[in-house]
């Protein structure tokens, strides 16, 4: 009895082993398992990175191909990828300025009139004023004369409550300076034909028009006494409103949801200008930057397939690497690589994950933001947007990194795109004079994202050189489309010897 007992001991103790055995392999195995998909998770970082490569080497050849496409552009109409527009404006804001001038800024969706009251080189800008409105959809694909019968009405009651002392003299019209932000050929300070509607708008009628012609006919069934005295970009009004505080601005940067630079060139240096030669010598260029492309820049799968799943495939390459549309997409693409073929989040792919989009460059800056011990904000932002949970430490700041690596490649790739427009100014080296040349950045992306605006000033400086790099400014040129299209209104005034 007892020599059975003992054997079912040994039995059982025997197989409590095995189980025991059998238990640590399957954990030895769940580890394997798990290290194995993180050593393919960092695999795919690791990758990412070194594609996203931008050593000073490579910056600089992806700023001399902007000069070189500057060149071609300014040469012929549809000699480059850059379509280096003339705007007109031969003369900017010189602080001098009196009156009360409009604006109308119509970049999208909403659209905001203001109205500036100057007061000359001793008192600047006196008072300025706006209203804001959004365009209901149903105008944003009807006809010409809705929309802008919509916009005057808007325009008239602003005015309608103003008080007495913004009255003009006797004799005198208002004028306004329109800032529209969709594609247009300018063919003077104050006329120009819309090519095509973006940002959801689809009104046939308007396209191959003049668009000052349609505002300014709608102003008058409206009953306004109104001129237009420019018609310009947010580019320009950037450019505009940083000139009238600081006469050394000559270029002005927008990155914000697009991308855009304008910058003053010699009228001389315009092959393709055929009009008289402006007073001042010079002349505000539009680049249209965003469309840049070069084989020098950095891409990678994720922003192939992006761009191939674009509205715009092959066009707006620069704008795709560079700006806050894209930045949270490009991070989310990479991230779904991992949950895909990593299981970084898990055996399950998050959903979410799987939505274009859904991670928006704001979030992405949260999070890259995060400077706690735990990095809450990372978690809470995946838990919110992405509905994932529960995650580790270790995963957090894997996350962080990758936003690291999209928004410096990013705000690297702009320093590059300024150092090429100052090297076609001349600019990019050490003058005679020591002379200083500002640019002008607005837009919420460099306003808002603490790590990219850093990012791209420092590479800058380190592009240029400590000596140049003195005389180098950037300057945050707050709401300059606005107040820069009243202050163009102003130095294009029909009423300037007055």
């Known amino acids: 009895m007892k020599e059975g007992m003992g054997k079912v001991a040994v039995g059982a103790a025997v197989i409590g082993a095995a189980a025991v055995v059998g238990v640590a392999a399957l954990v030895v195995r769940q580890r394997m398992k798990t290290s194995g998909r993180w050593a393919r998770a960092m695999a795919i970082v690791k990758e990412f990175e070194e594609k996203c490569g931008t050593p000073e080497g490579k910056l600089k050849q992806v700023a001399d191909a902007l000069t070189v496409e500057m060149h071609a552009g300014l040469a012929s109409e549809g000699g480059s990828k850059l379509k280096m527009l003339i705007s007109y404006v031969d003369s900017l804001p010189t602080g001098n300025e009196k009156g009360v001038f409009y604006a109308l800024d119509l970049g999208g969706t909403n659209f905001r009139v203001l109205r500036v009251e100057l ?58 300076g329109f800032t529209f932000s969709f594609p247009v050929m300018q063919t003077s300070i104050n006329s120009g034909t819309l090519i095509r509607w973006t940002k959801g708008f689809s009104i046939d ?7 000052v012609a349609e505002l300014t006919e709608a102003l008058r069934r409206k009953g306004v006494e109104m001129r237009v005295a420019a018609l310009v970009n947010d580019t320009i009004g950037t450019l505009a409103g940083g000139r009238y505080t600081n006469n050394d601005v000559a270029v002005a940067v927008i990155l914000g949801t697009g991308t855009n630079a304008a910058y003053v060139e010699r009228a001389q240096a315009i092959p393709k200008w055929h009009g008289p030669l402006p007073q001042s010598g010079e002349m505000v260029i539009n680049m249209e930057w965003g469309n840049f492309r070069s084989s020098h820049l950095p891409l990678t799968e994720y922003d192939h397939a992006l761009d191939v799943e674009s509205l715009n495939p092959g066009e707006q390459i620069f704008e795709k690497l560079t700006s806050g549309m894209y ?12 949950a895909v073929e990593a299981s970084f989040f898990g055996d399950v792919v998050p959903p979410k994950l799987e939505i274009p989009f859904v991670l928006r460059t704001p979030d992405m800056s949260a999070i ?47 320093a590059a795109g300024v150092l090429g427009v100052l090297k076609k100014m001349g600019r990019d080296s050490l003058t005679e004079g020591g002379e200083k040349t500002v640019i002008a950045m607005d837009g919420g992306l460099y306003e808002h ?50």
């Open 119 to 176: 007061g000359g080189r001793e008192e600047g800008i006196i008072h300025q004023e706006f209203a804001e409105a959004s365009i209901p959809p149903a105008l944003m694909c009807g006809n010409s004369d809705a929309l802008f019968d919509y916009i005057a009405e808007k325009l008239a009651s602003f005015i309608d409550e103003e008080e007495q002392r913004f009255h003009q003299p006797a004799g005198r019209q208002r004028e306004l």
């Open 205 to 211: 009628d308007a396209v191959g028009q003049d668009i």
């Open 327 to 338: 930045l949270g997409e490009i991070l989310r693409r990479v991230l779904l690589k991992m």
């Open 368 to 414: 890259h933001n995060d400077s706690s011990s735990d990095l809450r904000v990372v978690g809470s932002k995946l838990k919110d947007i992405l509905e994932i949970s529960n995650t580790s430490l270790k995963t957090r700041r894997v996350i962080v990194e990758l936003c690291n690596i999209v928004a410096t490649r990013g705000a690297r790739l702009a």
């Open 449 to 498: 994202y603490t790590e990219y605006r850093e990012c791209l000033e420092s590479t800058l400086n380190e592009l240029i050189g400590e000596e140049a790099a003195a005389t180098i400014v950037v300057e945050h040129s707050n709401d300059g489309s606005g107040i820069g299209a009243a202050l163009l209104a102003a130095s294009n005034s029909l009423y300037l010897d007055q």
